[in-house]
Structures are given as C-alpha cells and as structure tokens.
C-alpha cells in the first residue's frame, strides 16, 4: 500500500513565523502535490512538482514556497505565516509522467492554526 | 475555463441506493476520478473513468460519458460508515494535475 506521512497532524504557530510542513512518500512516486482544504471552497492546489528540485504553482501559491531535494520528500514553507493560513494541509503523491490515470494518494493531513 | 459541478448535499437511507452525479467542462480531458472522504480525513481514492460506460467495483459503480460531461457515482446496499463527502476530479490531458468538484456530503439515515 502506498504510505504518504505528514509529519504532524496539528500544529500551532503564531503569525510572522515560518513554518516547514514535511511530507514523505514511500512509493517511489515522480508527481508531489500540497494542497489546503477549507470549508466550501474545496481542495485547493498550491504548489505541485514531478521529479526533484522542480516544482510548479498551483492556483494559490502566494504566501508559500515549496522544496523537493529528494524524491521521497516534498516540504511546504509559509514564509511569514498569517491568520488566513489556517486551513487543513494535505500533501498526495502519484505515479507516472504527463496526462497519467494514476490516482493521488493522500496523507492524512495537517491541521495548522495560525494565532 | 475548467468547471466541475456537484450537488452540495444528498440524503440517503441504510440499505438504499443512491446516485451522486458531476458534470464537468473542460478543455482538455483525460479521465475522471472518485474519491470518498470522511470528516477530519484524507480523501482516498474510489474510482476511474476514462471511457464512456459503467466500472463496477463492489457496492460501488461509477459511470462516464465524454459526450455529454457527465459521470455518476452509484452507491448499493447504503451503510452508515458510507456517510461522507465524495469528490469528482478530472485529469486534464496533457496535465498532471486534477480539478477538483466541491464534494458532495452524503448523510446516510438509519
């Protein structure tokens, strides 16, 4: 089974901090993702790569940054964390190349609260 | 644009059938996906559809036609654990990424 592990499931930071979210996947997958999920507004990508040290925005990408220096890893920044970054964060994996029908895999989520 | 429609909430009874529809617009199409979510959850994934007709897979079935945009997700023999929001996604050909519908909440009664 594919394992995809955030590193904390909650977390509570306080504005102007930089927070690193980390998510490993144990599958040998090219195709990273991070997401945020709010009420009403769905699953909403922020920051995706296919192979490391490649990454490409999403529809949200302001206010975060991405690093992918091994292939197993993909870690979310918020530079200056804020109020309206709190959200739940989801990290998924997937295998193969461009237009693939592999399905995401998710982990299992981080609920981040900013104060 | 890409735009992905879903009824926000449906109401089932255990033991029921029911039917969760998506339709889609897209410039470019390479399958559809289903996913269950439970509350406080990671999504997991339900299903695949890249040619038009019905995929069974147990209790659960979901259908595809590219023609008109439309898939639907067919539940059988509803149980209460099966109450969650399910998300339709499209894969965009030439894309790896997914544009997700909303979800819909389903509540399964007793």
């Known amino acids: 089974d594919v394992k995809v592990t955030q590193s904390s499931r909650y977390l509570v930071k306080r504005t102007g901090e930089k927070v690193f979210l980390e998510c490993v996947q144990d599958m040998d997958h090219e195709n990273m993702f991070w997401y945020r999920q709010d009420p009403g507004l769905g699953l909403r990508l922020i920051y995706f790569?296919?192979?490391?040290?490649?990454?490409e925005k999403g529809d949200i990408p302001e206010g975060y940054s991405v690093s992918r220096e091994k292939k197993e890893r993909f870690s979310l920044i918020l530079e200056s964390a804020s109020t309206n970054q709190t959200s739940m964060y989801l990290c998924?994996?997937?295998?193969?190349?461009?237009?693939?029908?592999?399905?995401?895999?998710f982990g299992d989520g981080t609920r981040l609260s900013i104060l | 644009g890409q735009n992905i429609d879903q009824p926000t909430e449906m109401t089932a009874t255990e033991g029921a059938i029911v039917q969760i529809n998506c339709t889609y617009q897209?410039?470019?199409?390479?399958?559809l996906f289903w996913y269950q979510q439970h509350a406080g959850e990671a999504p997991t994934f339900l299903s695949y559809?890249?040619l038009d007709g019905l995929e069974e897979k147990g209790r659960f079935s979901s259908f595809l036609s590219r023609s008109k945009g439309y898939s639907y997700l067919l539940l059988k023999e509803l149980q209460m654990k099966d109450s969650a929001s399910y998300l339709c996604a499209t894969m965009l050909d030439g894309n790896r990424k997914l544009i997700w519908g909303l979800g819909t909440s389903l509540a399964v009664n007793p």
């Open positions: 790569s296919y192979d490391v040290k490649m990454k």
């Open positions: 998924a994996s997937s295998q193969g190349g461009l237009g693939g029908n592999q399905p995401q895999h």
């Open positions: 559809n890249v």
């Open positions: 897209t410039s470019g199409f390479n399958g």
